[in-house]
């Protein structure tokens, strides 16, 4: 029976052989491959975006690798995770469905657990959709908890108006933010009954967001139509003037202690040390 297996396994190479002659002669040349080899076994030019896609290796689930934060003898756990532990929320980069989802989910877990406890939101966003920035002031104006919100990189467009959405005297930037408030962009085509349509949608967005900064900043709603008649750039401390933000993260601020007292429990409390203090 050993003999026999030899026999077979020595006899495989062949018959693939035999099989490759086969195929090459009932197809006349080498066999066709979509996007891939034309009839006369020529490689084609692969110019369609989704033909050279298929050529790409794939990756199965997501290539990014989330940063673990080991908790020592109770494992792992990932930084957003921990963030939220900490009421930590961030809003970080274009205001979409799939972010705002994402915030406003953060958000009411949170509430849902502690009710009295504050939650800092931390943003560096370009803006977004006005819809998505109503639904998650409309979100803010409805929880218990106390929000602090701070600016980091760059806050812009209506990203702003969610900044200014905080409780008052828990508004924030870094010294370093910059702000940017402007009027809602838009622009249509068709008939003459479209266009006009589109019109009043923009007017009504305007004076949604002229009343808000109004009311979130104490400033006249004539006062924010001067503002945003163009693109009005911020900083922190022209920001802290317009009534947007309450106070400039430093070394005495109430945010920078906040910070500083969570890194220090994470510090002593997780399975990273160091090297210099193992």
């Given at each position: 029976t050993r003999a026999a297996a030899l026999e077979l396994r020595e006899l495989r190479p062949l018959k693939r052989a035999a099989r490759r002659v086969a195929s090459k002669a009932t197809t006349g040349g080498r066999s066709r491959r979509a996007g891939g080899l034309a009839a006369d076994g020529r490689r084609k030019e692969c110019n369609m975006p989704f033909v050279?896609?298929?050529?790409?290796?794939?990756?199965?689930?997501d290539p990014l690798i989330q940063p673990v934060i080991p908790?020592?003898?109770?494992?792992?756990?990932?930084?957003m995770t921990y963030l939220l532990q900490n009421r930590i929320v961030?809003?970080?980069?274009?205001?979409?469905?799939?972010?705002?989802?994402q915030v406003v989910g953060s958000l009411m877990a949170l509430e849902n657990m502690d009710d009295t406890k504050e939650i800092k939101?931390?943003?560096n966003s370009p803006g977004g959709s006005i819809y998505n920035v109503a639904g998650i002031i409309d979100v803010m104006n409805t929880m218990k908890s106390p929000i602090s919100t701070i600016a980091f990189g760059s806050v812009a467009h209506n990203s702003t108006l969610v900044l200014a959405a905080g409780d008052k005297g828990k508004r924030y930037a870094m010294p370093n933010a910059r702000l940017m408030m402007v009027q809602p962009m838009g622009g249509a085509q068709g008939s003459f009954v479209e266009v006009n349509i589109t019109a009043a949608e923009l007017n009504r967005q305007l004076k949604f967001m002229n009343e808000k900064y109004a009311e979130y900043t104490g400033k006249s709603?004539?006062?924010?139509?001067m503002e945003t008649d163009r693109e009005k750039f911020l900083g922190p401390e022209q920001a802290l003037e317009l009534g947007v933000i309450d106070g400039i993260i430093g070394e005495t601020s109430g945010v920078s202690k906040f910070v500083a007292e969570t890194i220090q429990d994470f510090r002593e409390n997780s399975a990273w040390r160091?090297?210099?203090t193992a």
């Open positions: 050279r896609a298929q050529a790409r290796p794939t990756i199965s689930g908790m020592g003898e109770e494992g792992g756990m990932d930084m961030f809003i970080g980069g274009y205001l979409n469905d799939v972010l705002t989802t939101l931390y943003m709603v004539e006062t924010i139509e160091g090297a210099g």
